[in-house]
Each structure stands twice: as structure tokens, then as C-alpha cells.
């Protein structure tokens, strides 16, 4: 992965991580599965008028839908009304690093290098530390809401691999079309698990501090979050194999339990700091490339025809294609 997507996949990682604390703030006022139809509802209904339909099969935008729209934020959101804390949720989610891989080399035959399975193990490592001392502190999740959190790891994982299959020219095309699929179930939960009464309170008490605050919330998570951390995601898992991209995911939990220490009062200790920096040295060494090879490959690169995909970009993609999804993730930078 060339050090520009490299850097993208960081601030996707930015902005993910800050996300937490948005939903912690929209969570203190929205039921979780009306939330999580709010979301998704606000990107559908422009995604309707405005957004041609990216050309990719119907099955691919519906389980991209279903894996990271439905299923990770159904399980995430009611982890986390259910109790689990919004650092540690950062954290445990990003199990769908692991998850990804391994559904990539089972479904799509991806192989795994020594160096990249070397720093996942150090980042997996990291994780399982900080998850390790937060259970020893005391007042950890109970074991409901960690599994309703994993859960939601995997079908972000099933999502990603759906992302990667789509293989869209317009990345931000499939992401608005990915949102249309999440609103009307979700919403249909909500009035079975949430309640009439309490969706109906909410919305009536927006003008209430938390009712701003949720807003605010929900603004940064449709906007930031999801339109350009998730399009930008959406542009490098087209690009890259989801083996290489998917291993970013792990430095979202040092930003969320960063932010939830400064912003809500989470306590983080330095040893968690410590683990948080083998998170990062693991994902960039199972994401980057020996000097020799990287060279090797930009050689192969300029020698080969004009248009040509580098080695980076996977295998099976067309030019053309790769080439708009650079072009689509330029402009998402800008």
C-alpha cells in the first residue's frame, strides 16, 4: 500500500475512533435502533434523487448493506445502550480485522504474507492487552455486551468483503446506495425493540440539551463518520485487498479510548498507551512492503503498459476501475 493510502486509511481510522464518542452522545438521547435508522436514513433519501445506482450487482450493495449497515451498528448500538463502555467498544469492534482476513482467504483466496500476519498478531496482541487490563480495573463490560460487539466486528467484516467483491468505480456511489438498505429495517426493530413511546420521546425533546447534543452527534457521524470516513474506506478496500486495508481498523481503538478519556472522563492508564503503540507498529508492518520489493515493484510498475494496475492494487481489478477509484477518493480528500 503506497504511504498516500496509507496516511487515508489513518484518518479513516480518525475519524472512526472520534465516532464513538458521537454515538455515546447520541445514544444519551435516541433509542439504539432508531439511531441507527436515523443514520443511515439521512444518506438514503439523497441517495434516492440524487445518486445514479453504481453499476455493480444488486446482491453485492445488499450485503455490503446488510454486513456493515444493519448488522454491525444493530449489535454495536445496542452493545453499547446496554452498557458497554464507549473506549472499550472502540476497542472490541476491531475485531473485524481478524474476522476480514479470514473470510478473504476463505472466500476470496487471498494470501496472507508472513510480514502482513506478523503485524496483525502484534496489533491482535496490543488489543487483547488493553482488553486484558481493562477487565483486571474493574468495571468492565459484562460478557453480554462483548459478544453483542463482536458480533457487530463480524459483519463489518462480511461487509468488507462485500465492498471488496462490488469492486465500484464510484466508491461514494456505492457507499450513499449501501445506506438505502439499513433505514426500513432497522426501523422496523426499533418499534419492536424500542417502543413507540420512546422514539416518539425522543423526537419531541430535541430542543433538551441532550436532545442538542444527540443532534450534534448524529450530525458528525452521518457527515464525517460515514461520508468521509466510510467513502474513503469504501475507495481503498476497492483498491487494495481487504487483507491490507482491514488491519487500519485496529488503530481506531487508541483514538476512541483517547477521546473518551479527554471528552468523557474515561480513565486511561499509561499502560494502555504503551499497548495502543504496538496496535500502531503492528499495522504498519503488516501493511507496508520490504524496501527491495516496494522497489521491485514500482520497477515492474513503470516498465509494464501504460494503464497497467501496480501490484498494490490487488488481483482481477480493471484498469478503469482503479483508476476511478482513485480519482473518486482524490476528490473525498479535497
Request: aromatic share 6%.
Amino acid at each position: 500500500m503506497p504511504p498516500r493510502d496509507r496516511l487515508l486509511a489513518a484518518v479513516v481510522a480518525l475519524t472512526w475512533g472520534l465516532n464513538f464518542t458521537a454515538i455515546h452522545l447520541s445514544l444519551e438521547h435516541f433509542p439504539p435502533f432508531f439511531l441507527a435508522s436515523l443514520r443511515f436514513a439521512v444518506l438514503a433519501v439523497p441517495a434516492l434523487l440524487l445518486v445514479p445506482r453504481p453499476d455493480v450487482p444488486w446482491r453485492w450493495i445488499l450485503g455490503y448493506g446488510l454486513g456493515f449497515g444493519i448488522l454491525q451498528f444493530a449489535f454495536l448500538y445496542l452493545a453499547m445502550d446496554a452498557g458497554m463502555p464507549t473506549g472499550l467498544a472502540s476497542l472490541v469492534l476491531q475485531s473485524s480485522a481478524p474476522f476480514t482476513v479470514v473470510l478473504g482467504a476463505v472466500w476470496l483466496r487471498e494470501r496472507l504474507s508472513a510480514r502482513q500476519g506478523l503485524g496483525i498478531a502484534l496489533a491482535v496482541l496490543g488489543l487483547a492487552g488493553i482488553a486484558v487490563h481493562r477487565a483486571e480495573l474493574g468495571g468492565s463490560a459484562t460478557l453480554l455486551p462483548v459478544l453483542l460487539t463482536l458480533c457487530g466486528g463480524l459483519g463489518w467484516a462480511f461487509g468488507n468483503i462485500c465492498n471488496r467483491q462490488a469492486r465500484s468505480g464510484s466508491p461514494l456511489g456505492l457507499l450513499m446506495w449501501m445506506s438505502v438498505i439499513p433505514p426500513l429495517p432497522m426501523l422496523a426493530l426499533a418499534l419492536v425493540v424500542d417502543g413507540p413511546a420512546a422514539i416518539g420521546t425522543s423526537l419531541t425533546t430535541l430542543g433538551s440539551r441532550t436532545g442538542l447534543l444527540a443532534l450534534a452527534g448524529l450530525a458528525y457521524t452521518v457527515l464525517v463518520a460515514t461520508v468521509l470516513g466510510t467513502g474513503l474506506w469504501t475507495a481503498l478496500m476497492s483498491r487494495h485487498p481487504s487483507s491490507t486495508v482491514a488491519p487500519f481498523s485496529m488503530l481506531v481503538p487508541v483514538v476512541g479510548v483517547a477521546a473518551s478519556w479527554l471528552l468523557l472522563g474515561e480513565p486511561t492508564p499509561v499502560v494502555e498507551l504503551a499497548l495502543g503503540t504496538l496496535v500502531v507498529g503492528g499495522v504498519l508492518l503488516g501493511s507496508s512492503r520490504p524496501r527491495r520489493r516496494a522497489a521491485l515493484a514500482g520497477a515492474a510498475t513503470t516498465a509494464g503498459p501504460a494503464g497497467a494496475p501496480s501490484p498494490d492494487e490487488g488481483t482481477g481489478d480493471a484498469p478503469a476501475a482503479v483508476g476511478a477509484v482513485r480519482t473518486a477518493a482524490d476528490a473525498a480528500v479535497r
